[in-house]
């Protein structure tokens, strides 16, 4: 299906504030960026690399005053989510190299310390997707979303304690606990058609078999309909701004909508 | 400024046909990627990756028939060329450990063979900047540009036997005989402004006191208004289309045009 | 001077263990290393490859019972630790692509909440390696080195709170109050010349002014003698050995030894 | 098995000359490097890095005289090639994004002019495996091994002319014949056990099926016991050493020996 996402920011700073964004997605196996456009109003020099995850991370100094940032992204992508029950654990040592650093903790997921509680949540599975989808089902049953419980320090432990949070808390927990268990697991931000309230979303990948999968522990079933902007992992990695002295984002705008995906008239004379 | 460049490119294959095309530029130090479209007609899945030179490759298959590749790129990039007649030679040993690759010879640009030459052209120049330049000049006042002398075999030491090619065959040269002098050199490929006649374009860049400077034997005299499409040692690298099986181009029509530099209403209400 | 340090590590497992190692350096700016030997007792099929920090990482399975881990590595490496107290802050917009991932939080340097301790603690410096500097010493002064406060989830927050830790809580405290103060900080573990009691080590390094500078604060002053194993954003990237069943570390002998640099008879008759 | 490999190599120039090696064998999934030795007389700073191949590239330079470099790979290796006669051809839109630019043509492998040669020499063969075997046998069987026949700038088509040429020139033509139909082809240079006469030694490996094959048109049937030091697209990408300046390589002396693979003593107390 066809999607078109906006983010539409608008951001206010008392001095010249470096930032580094990611807002640009990139194609991939599980998407195709159709078109795009990233405008910064006032115009300023920006610069753009590829950091460690494959991420497009875009560079620029936010003047003083107030800047919009308008970023728009059509990509044809799944209109389901990929789901295999039977997907089996892949044992450490036949994972592909580049999966490994997804079972190391990290900041907001100190998988460290979850083993006892992942087993018990998975009691019965069978190894590999299974779990994965059981702690899915699990976090989505018991942990209630609401706005205000979590902040930007809270860890999928302290989700776990509150019993509640946001996208980004649920998909930390998520994280946590499949890597308690080594499945490799990524944190991922993007955008989800019919997503509601309307925002920048979070959720969560796991390796099992020999692929990624998709959960979404803020919906009670597997959905497509997603727009992956950056992967990491955790929050940490992806955050959409990163601003390197006081800035506030005084407008978060986001807007997904579904076309008809005939890009181009065939019939048109060349 | 801020430039549009299109392709609009038609191709044709008797059998469904494999292939990779390079025309979706990155965005970099030189140049910001504001916005950008890429329809393929009819839709087919496709995919994207980056190579080792970082370029961004798209992935898909054209099936039996007609196929139209449209790609819009609008960019801001430097109105000039940088010029720095007093850039100095970069001893080998303090290159950065990413442009030695670019001092090797490659298909095209077989420079162990043309030392004397490249010497011989440069008497008199200072080590550096003023090498790159004076042999850009000396293609620029030696080679005619004349199609038809050249072919995708052709490589610098026929070009530079025959007197003549084509943008590609001019960068060669120059990329050839740069190496020949230590100079790492790199091939590009992309859209230069006022072109004419206008069409997908290649020049290089040469790497002298701390950076990359773009040379373009075509020119009389250094100009900006470049959207770069991809980077590589020589136009093996870089081919906007590489197929594996027959594919006829049956168009590749080409257009750039500036535009002013107002991406976005800054007073548009929130 | 040529270093050469021995881990002569001994593991046991109850069940065949798949195991990621990080045991051997790399040649690097900073390093030759001269000599290599990676030693598995009983032998098992190894593999190795670069993760994204660019360290070597070795991967096999411990198989059931006991087995010994033997690493030798040569290097030539700088005998004073490079110092420039004039090192100037670089601004963020100017620091190379690769040092940002360093100026973000990680599991064990929430450097978000740590600004405010890092501003008192660098009154009155020049920004940049003064900076630096005078973090490493306040730790250095302020902290005890001390066993058994710690543990593998002790934080630099806690550290602080704490008041002593060993040297890899000293370096997360580093790396942490450094980040605070948007100076990119990455964690190392390596092996220190005539460090006592002898072991792995860790410290840190800070990018100033165009390149990275070691900071060590469990010494009184800035030393050479350092090979470096492997960076990271903290001690989570760089465990010497992440195991994924449960493993037990029997023992971990570490030598560091200075030899004469003088690595071959030139005089030998061909 | 267990094979320990030294190339010792002398070197001369006239002025201080910079260089590039590749020299250093790297852990992979075809070898486990047990013990390396690198040694320079006379000591000079080097550096290493890793180029886009994988590879680790050694920078120095070769002061005015003469230098011995010694380097010593210890590496335990297989013993047998990987034979899968009925691995097949892999569709090109299905190879790994990192196969693909081992099928364009480069320097000596001027592949695009070869495709009715391969297809003649392959009449009969199933696409994949056998068409790789054939090519390699083909080759054994046609060209004759003659030094003095070709030189630096012999490339794979003027082999085939010649009718005879050495290991790198028998490699060439094997990668530019199977690339000719579609097959990824890169080249190697390494060791190879109980060559005779003993040399550095060049091959080439081709991706059929889901992995890449050995192929050595030098021997008469597939054979194991080989140390890669370096992956390239040809010969220009693997030189052992490149040089900026005029150097003579006055002496290249290889051994390569088997052991016995028993690395350590078990029973050594601790």
Redo the contacts between chains.
């Keep these: 299906m066809l999607l078109t996402a906006v983010s539409?920011v608008?951001v206010a700073c008392e001095q010249d504030t470096?930032v580094?964004a990611m807002l640009?997605p990139?194609?991939?196996?599980a998407q195709?960026?159709?078109?795009?456009?990233?405008?910064?109003?006032?115009?300023v020099?920006?610069?753009?690399?590829?950091?460690?995850?494959?991420n497009?991370?875009?560079?620029?100094?936010v003047p003083r005053g107030e800047m919009?940032i308008?970023v728009t992204s059509?990509a044809?992508v799944a209109e389901q989510a990929a789901v295999d029950v039977h997907a089996s654990f892949t044992?450490?040592?036949r994972l592909p190299?580049d999966a490994?650093?997804y079972?190391?903790?990290?900041?907001y997921c100190?998988s460290?310390?979850m083993e006892d509680q992942a087993r018990e949540i998975v009691k019965g599975c069978a190894p590999g997707y299974a779990q994965a989808a059981r702690i899915c089902q699990w976090i989505h049953g018991k942990l209630e979303y609401r706005y205000g419980v979590s902040d930007?320090?809270t860890c999928a432990r302290q989700t776990l304690a509150d019993g509640a949070g946001v996208c980004r808390d649920f998909a930390h927990v998520g994280v946590a606990l499949s890597r308690a268990l080594?499945l490799p697991a990524r944190f991922v931000v993007g955008y989800l058609y019919r997503l509601d309230p309307m925002d920048m979303h979070a959720w969560y990948e796991v390796f099992v078999g020999d692929r990624w999968y998709t959960f979404d522990p803020t919906q009670d079933k597997p959905r497509g309909g997603r727009i992956v902007v950056a992967y990491g992992r955790d929050a940490?990695?992806v955050a959409f701004l990163?601003s390197?002295a006081p800035l506030e984002v005084t407008?978060m705008?986001v807007t997904v909508e579904a076309s008809a995906?005939?890009?181009?008239?065939?019939a048109e004379p060349?």
């Design positions: 539409d608008r470096p580094v640009r990139r194609g991939g196996p195709w960026v159709l078109g795009q456009r990233y405008e910064l109003a006032p115009w020099p920006a610069r753009e690399y590829v950091d460690t995850y494959g497009l991370c875009q560079r620029f100094v919009r308008l059509e044809e044992p450490v040592d190299d490994l650093m079972m190391l903790q990290s900041r100190p460290d310390s930007a320090s080594h940490t990695d990163s390197y407008q705008k995906a005939q890009p181009v008239p065939e060349a």
